[in-house]
């Protein structure tokens, strides 16, 4: 019986700063165990996160059985005796036994599930406390599983990929999931960006209408958390939609690109704070309910969220550390050391009694102290604690965000960005080069600013995800022009990115000019080497000539085809393209990125107001760990560049790069960044109206 | 369960050259039967009504002192004189003027924005804009529209996405001098295009995208014409400087955007739509007028017997009072039928547009004849395992038979879009044509299409334990059986009239085109072929010899020639499946014993006589392995 997974494993020591930090595991723990509260209003003074710099202002950690508090509430005609959904984990991503237990552990504890758009595993059909996927893909959608459980979810978009799809990886994709999914086995399985029946606010209510009528369920809607994010949640509102499961930036996946998992999404404290406030100036709140998933740790997150205008939180890392998940962020390749995310024919199995008295006792511990928080807080009811942002008050957060959240405050930080010393993460470079093919990770992201410390301005910055009111543009199977026009027309790049080849080797600096050729490009050196100069800008100092074309930080030249731009001097790119006027048409704008952490940079530096990027080819250098086939390597990591830009592009709703990204700042968003600096930059806060 | 679904829906007539003026109440009778489209957020028209009396009309909204806003204004403008048009809390004002010049209007408009206060919405010679927050008819009764008459209307009803609805600035139409857009859209470029404006002397927006597009088209009117301006937007423009220096001006995300114009001496109707079509537009034109609508049905109400047609993506129309259809949208304009039938168990002419399932189930037998189907959507959502013999005659609305288990269905007309999604057997076959995403993951029984079919048709189809067909006997637009992991399609024109990106991230199942196709509308190939044989060269990849056989090919032809060590290169841009593999020959026997029994079928189901073809050639794309 040793391949039956019915313990705890050890938690292995985390080198790098992630958001599931030990202690937080260990809280889950705890509470799986015991089925006891452990701790509330936990603080997390050194954080980042916007969430952990808002407290409630009564503090009083004591903890008793003995609580009057009542947590109940109702979701789709149901009573639920907390308001916690288990949310929305495939069949595919999760090994089925998981699945299994998450979806008998609702009905138990009277909460509620979502299967996620994987089908249904075995008997789950014969639970009760489900909601059912309409997903993009389709995967095991009938009209008999459509209706087996008590609601129904139209998932657009999760906080982990916001404008993408569902991935399983081949390996994953077994004889099991081949059958449940209806596909070829062994093949990666990549649910289509959008949903083709939905590419409009309109489309998504004739999809509610028809489902409703279908099955006289109720229908919830689930969108990742984006720029519009207030906007999108009022237009479900009206259209028909029972609730909004808003997913926030930080959610868990069981595979995602690392680029669109770090650089889009913004915080769920945020949109459901701006949501709520939407929603209830709208007259739209009644009968409507807000559900918030993504870094849901504790009862404490769970009871700010509330009071910031969620009815219920979903919980999914949680749930799946409740089962024994150690985080070692290996969903994707499927040989999860718990058993949970592992492949579906592996002979390791989960034990599902395990599960379920884990989550039973979790939810119990979880209920118990939220009881607590609300005897702390003198109210009788969770319900009223939703929207009840009196009791909160935040510090050191920007103006901006303060306004967005529209709690009391003590500071405003005010005191410039902290920046951290930049450090290039040479393990995702590496997979470029290697693979050239995006990286793919899993579970939620670390990015700057929220969990690791920012260090450049644009550490600050999220990218929009397309959701609902424009659909989002598949990647990887339609058409995404990142054709870039510079100098009047008279070059033409396939991409939006030259690299600076003057401070290389000879041989860097053949693989990086051979492959520019091959994809299109072109290279800045000091040098004009003959078989490669029709692809060669000349460096001269600060001056690049390449025939009448002319780079110059003299901005007045009104030769010059364009100007250049430090990464490290970046505000000076509003000045730029305010006193460029109606010469900005005859002239490019290229900056130069000397510290560069993934492809998510460029695409915010165009959106930003530049027409390309410089990179420098040390970047190159660092991500190589030796010489051999500098060619391919060099390759690979333009086409990795380029595939990571459709990705973004496509997340975005953009099929045609140059045109429609650069300037384009309504497509940025920012997190917490000071005010000074957002002005300038004309930037609006993320979950702004 | 109450709820109000809403939207955007759009409308537009243009009056050929002979015939009488439209009447107002036509409009908005019209617009209001897709009112559900819409919201009490707000519905506006536009008239355009030719003249030579070069006068010059202004309309402003504004919620300040009269008094203020003359002076303001008279500061720019020769006000000949001005009266209230409409009372409300912001009100309407209509102002006479000696002429209009259109920096004027910005410079007037700047000053009105700074605090909210006002906007020009309207100005021309021939235009009047009338806009407000309510319904369709709502706002033409504010404004008394039903007695009007025009040469031209544009007329909307709206559901913010991203903009407040609760004033009338953000009302559609747009307008700019003499030119008046109403558009259903979110455009995703709309920040990029802001900016372009403001560099170029635009600084003051009500701030929606739909606005920006007004401004857009006249800033481009200033240096192009007519045609070149729509393909600017468009991203149609092949000359490399103007790409560049209008490199700002380019509509990206989904959209229709349908502009009224007056250039001076006529008046123009114009549709224009995003690459991929992501938003509905339906074109049709009868003895007296040319039409834009988001609905079919919109246009079968004025006239039943105008013909219809919808609009290939990445394409535009336009059409002129003096000079009838400039561009019709599509390269031939078919004409289908319209059928009728007098013996019927249904007549839904009565029916709302989600109920008519209510109505079959209430008869008690199994085969069943609708007529006067118009418009009406999720037809069979209700009935998806019963079993019934269902005869449709009329025009189906969006997601006919959605989910169908066994229903037999036959539609004598066209069907709208997400027809037969997730469809798990049974047999649907109609006789018209079938809009876009036709068939989308079906995964067993069969879709027979008498017409043509539009974009994104067949995608994601599957099969496991079953064998599901779509046949098509016209022709396909964009992305025929894209991410198809199963199943057949068979598309039996043979005029090799195709979309593009055809069977794109295939990983399973077959298509067949009877004939042969451009091999460029294969999946997704890189369009930079040039630079990659020369790369290959240079490294003694390929030889001289075979660079210069390849120069001419398309990349999906390049691959199987090139030598492995050569391919390890260029595999990279076709490894999750952008590019299917294809061929064009005969049939094999395996092939053809499969293909036989279900063309027999179509051919005696849809009276077409397609069997002999068969024993020809077909273009047959599978997943590349």
């Known amino acids: 019986m040793d391949n039956i997974v019915n313990n705890f494993i050890n938690i292995p020591l985390q080198k790098e700063p992630d958001f599931w930090s030990f202690d937080k595991i260990n809280h889950i723990r705890e509470l799986t165990v015991t089925g006891n509260p452990y701790r509330i209003f936990v603080k997390n003074n050194n954080s980042l996160r916007i969430l952990d710099n808002i407290n409630f202002k009564t503090y009083n950690d004591n903890i008793t059985l003995n609580t009057h508090g009542n947590t109940g509430s109702d979701l789709a005609d149901m009573e639920m005796s907390v308001p916690l959904y288990l949310g929305d984990m495939s069949y595919g991503a999760l090994s089925g036994n998981p699945n299994l237990a998450i979806a008998k552990s609702a009905e138990i504890t009277k909460t509620m599930s979502g299967t996620g758009e994987g089908g249904l595993y075995r008997d789950i059909a014969s ?56 596909i070829p086995g062994n093949i ?7 949903h083709h029946d939905i590419y409009s606010i309109e489309d998504l209510s004739q999809r509610i209408d028809a489902l409703k009528l279908l099955t006289d369920k109720p229908v919830f809607v689930k969108v990742a958390a984006t720029n519009y994010v207030p906007y999108i949640v009022t237009g479900i509102a009206r259209s028909g939609a029972d609730g909004v499961i808003i997913d926030g930036h930080g959610a868990g996946t069981g595979a995602t690109p690392v680029v669109i998992r770090d650089n889009l999404g913004i915080p769920v404290e945020l949109a459901v704070a701006s949501s709520h406030n939407i929603l209830v100036k709208e007259n739209l709140r009644k009968n409507f309910k807000i559900i918030a998933g993504g870094r849901i740790s504790n009862s404490t997150d769970a009871a700010k969220l509330y009071a910031l205008g969620a009815d219920f939180v979903s919980l999914g890392t949680s749930v799946l550390i409740a089962m024994g998940c150690v985080m070692v962020r290996k969903c994707n390749l499927g040989y999860c050391p718990a058993a949970l995310t592992n492949k579906t024919d592996n002979k390791k199995l989960f034990e599902i009694d395990f599960g379920v008295n884990n989550i039973i ?22 319900t009223e604690l939703t929207g009840n942002k009196d009791l909160l008050i935040a510090d050191n957060l920007s103006k901006n965000t303060l306004n967005v959240l529209g709690v009391d405050y003590e500071n405003i930080k005010n005191t410039g960005y902290s920046l951290e010393n930049f450090i290039p993460d040479k393990k995702y470079l590496n997979g470029l080069i290697n693979k050239g093919e995006p990286p793919i990770t899993s579970m939620g992201s670390n990015a700057p600013p929220d969990v690791i410390g920012p260090s450049r301005i644009v550490d600050f910055l999220r990218l929009d995800g397309a959701q609902v009111t424009r659909p989002s543009i598949d990647p990887y199977r339609e058409d995404i022009s990142l054709n870039t026009n510079l100098s009047g027309g008279k070059i033409s790049l396939s991409l939006p990115v030259i690299f600076d080849v003057s401070d290389s080797s000879d041989k860097i600096k053949e693989g990086i000019s051979w492959a520019s050729l091959f994809m299109n490009t072109v290279v800045i050196d000091n040098k004009i080497k003959n078989k490669y100069k029709n692809i060669t800008l000349r460096k001269n100092n600060n001056y690049y000539k390449y025939k009448n074309y002319i780079y110059t930080y003299d901005y007045s030249n009104k030769n010059a085809s364009g100007y250049v731009i430090d990464d490290n001097n970046l505000l000076k790119i509003a000045g730029l393209n305010k006193n460029l006027k109606n010469r900005r048409e005859n002239h490019d704008i290229l900056l130069y990125v000397h510290e560069f952490r993934n492809t998510g940079d460029i695409a915010k530096y165009i959106a930003l107001g530049a027409d390309t990027v410089i990179l420098p080819s040390k970047i190159f250098e660092y991500g190589i760990s030796n010489m051999a086939d500098l060619n391919e390597k060099a390759l690979n990591f333009i086409i990795a560049i380029k595939k990571e830009l459709s990705l973004l592009c496509g997340a975005m709703g953009i099929s045609s790069m140059q045109n429609s990204l650069t300037g384009n700042v309504e497509l940025l968003r920012s997190i917490n960044l000071d005010n000074s600096i957002s002005k300038i930059l004309n930037l609006s806060e993320a979950g702004s109206e | 369960m109450n709820y109000y679904p809403s939207s955007c829906g759009l409308l537009a007539i243009l009056r050929k050259n002979n015939s009488e003026k439209i009447h107002g109440k036509l409009v908005s009778n019209s617009l209001n039967s897709i009112r559900y489209r819409g919201s009490d957020k707000g519905s506006g028209y536009a008239t355009f009504n030719l003249n030579d009396n070069n006068s010059y009309k202004i309309k402003v909204f504004y919620n300040g002192n009269e008094e203020k806003l003359n002076k303001i204004l008279s500061k720019s403008f020769d006000i000949h004189n001005y009266y209230v048009e409409n009372n409300n809390s912001v009100k309407s004002y209509c102002y006479n003027l000696g002429t209009i010049d259109l920096n004027s209007i910005n410079t007037v408009n700047d000053v009105l924005w700074e605090n909210k206060s006002g906007r020009i919405y309207s100005s021309g010679t021939s235009l009047d804009v009338f806009k407000g927050v309510g319904y369709p008819d709502d706002v033409a009764d504010e404004y008394n529209i039903n007695n009007m008459r025009g040469d031209l209307w544009l007329a909307h009803t709206r559901q913010p996405t991203n903009s407040p609805g609760d004033e009338p600035y953000w009302s559609h139409p747009f307008s700019t001098f003499n ?35 007004s401004y857009i088209f006249r800033e481009l009117l200033k240096k192009y014409d007519l045609i070149t301006t729509i393909k600017i937007m468009g991203n149609k423009i092949e000359d490399k400087y103007t790409k560049y220096i209008n490199r700002g001006y380019v509509l990206d995300g989904p959209y229709t955007v349908v502009i009224g114009y ?6 123009y109707l114009i549709g224009l739509t995003d690459k991929t079509k992501l938003r509905p537009i339906i074109l049709g034109e009868d003895q007296d007028n040319y039409y834009i609508a988001s609905e079919e049905k919109e246009i079968k109400l004025i006239n039943k017997n105008a013909r219809v047609w919808t609009m290939k993506p990445d394409s535009y129309f336009i059409a002129s009072l003096k000079n009838g259809l400039i561009n019709s949208g599509r390269e031939k304009i078919k004409y289908t039928e319209n059928y009728d039938i007098d013996n019927y168990d249904i007549d839904a002419s009565s029916i709302d547009y989600n109920k008519l399932d209510n109505e079959i189930l209430k008869l008690n037998q199994g085969d069943i004849t609708v007529k006067n189907v118009l418009g009406h959507k999720y037809i069979g959502i209700k009935t998806f395992n019963k079993n019934y013999n269902l005869n449709l005659y009329g025009n189906a609305g969006n997601c006919l038979m959605n989910l169908n288990e066994n229903n037999n269905v036959t539609l004598h007309g066209n069907a709208s879009d997400d027809c037969c999604d997730s469809m798990s057997g049974g047999k649907v076959k109609i006789f018209g044509n079938a809009g876009d995403v036709l068939g989308q993951a079906l995964n067993n029984g069969r879709i027979y299409i008498r017409g043509d079919v539009g974009n994104r048709c067949g995608i994601q189809m599957r099969s496991y334990d079953n064998k599901p067909y779509i046949v098509i006997n016209g022709e396909f637009d964009n992305y025929l059986g894209e991410y198809m992991s199963g199943g057949t399609i068979i598309v ?23 004939g042969k196709i451009n091999s460029r509308a294969v999946g997704i190939q890189p369009g930079f072929k040039n630079n990659i044989l020369k790369a290959l060269l240079m490294e003694s990849l390929i030889d001289n010899e075979l660079y210069e056989t390849l120069r001419n090919k398309n990349f999906i032809d390049i691959i199987g020639l090139l030598p492995e060590e050569a391919k390890k290169y260029t595999e990279k841009f076709y490894n999750k499946h952008e590019i299917p593999s294809y061929s064009y020959r005969h049939l094999n026997k395996i092939e053809y014993d499969e293909l036989y029994p279900v063309i027999k079928d179509f051919d005696s189901e849809m009276k077409t006589n397609n069997i002999k073809k068969l024993n020809n050639k077909f273009t047959v794309i599978e997943r590349m392995i």
């Open chain 1, 361 to 382: 006792n979790f939810i119990k511990g979880f209920r118990i102290e939220l009881e607590n928080i609300l005897d702390h807080l003198n109210l009788k009811n969770i």
């Open chain 2, 262 to 267: 007056d250039d001076g001496n006529d008046l």
């Open chain 2, 492 to 514: 039996l024109s043979g005029n090799g009239h195709s979309g593009r990106y055809i069977g794109s991230g295939m990983i399973g199942g077959k298509i067949y085109i009877y």
């Open chain 2, 179 to 213: 030119v008046a857009i109403i558009h259903n859209g979110d455009i995703s470029s709309f920040g990029a295009n802001r900016e372009y404006l403001k560099n170029h002397g635009m600084k003051s927006f009500v701030g929606t995208d739909s606005e920006v597009i």
């Open chain 1, 127 to 182: 639970y009760k406390r489900i909601f059912i996927q309409w997903a993009s893909a389709r995967f095991g959608v009938t009209a008999e599983t459509l209706n087996a459980g008590s609601g129904i979810v139209i998932k657009i978009g999760q906080g982990a990929k916001p404008g993408i799809g569902g991935h399983l990886p081949a390996n994953k994709v077994t004889d099991n999931i081949s059958g449940a999914r209806k």
């Open chain 1, 188 to 194: 990666d399985a990549i649910s289509p960006a959008p």
